[in-house]
């Protein structure tokens, strides 16, 4: 069985050959089936050499991966959600299509930091004292002799 190529949004897709599937067995739900028949999915992307990325966008893509990135330059997705294989198969390759995009996606601007306002320190300020004042009655009362 041949893998498909993987469709990203905007009409870019992932080449076949950069794909490799392999189909093993699944711990959790199932019953005996899940000693017999091999429903679990592991996807690997060659990320490295496809040619899908700018070297940034490759740098994001393995960062975003964690754990399932490979020092060899490969994304490795395991799918054991679903009973049968064709869906945990359709689960991997929703994941690994998710990650792409959010690799893809360019990055959002940096935050510009803004002084608080003067209104927005007197309120932090007055509720501080607020708060003292709260926590200063519930001492002990003190006699005046």
């Known amino acids: ?20 599937e392999a189909f093993v067995q699944s711990a959790g739900p199932g019953g005996q089936n ?10 690997r992307f060659q990320a490295k050499g496809s040619g899908v990325f700018t070297d940034s966008q490759y740098a994001r ?9 490979t020092k060899a330059g490969e994304v490795v997705i395991e799918a054991s959600r679903y009973r049968t294989q064709e869906r945990n198969r359709q689960d991997a390759r929703d994941r690994l299509a998710a990650l792409i995009e959010k690799a893809l996606a360019p990055p959002p601007p940096p935050r510009k ?18 708060r003292g004042q709260i926590k200063k009655l519930r001492g002990p009362v003190e006699d005046e002799q």
């Open 1 to 20: 069985m041949g893998v498909d190529p993987l469709r990203l949004g905007n009409g870019r897709e992932v080449p076949a050959w950069t794909l490799t």
């Open 34 to 43: 899940v000693n017999k028949v091999a429903t679990a999915v592991q996807l």
């Open 61 to 69: 893509l393995m960062r975003l991966a964690g754990k399932r990135g």
């Open 113 to 130: 930091r803004t002084r608080p306002t003067r209104g927005s320190v007197e309120r932090r300020l007055k509720a501080k004292a607020g």
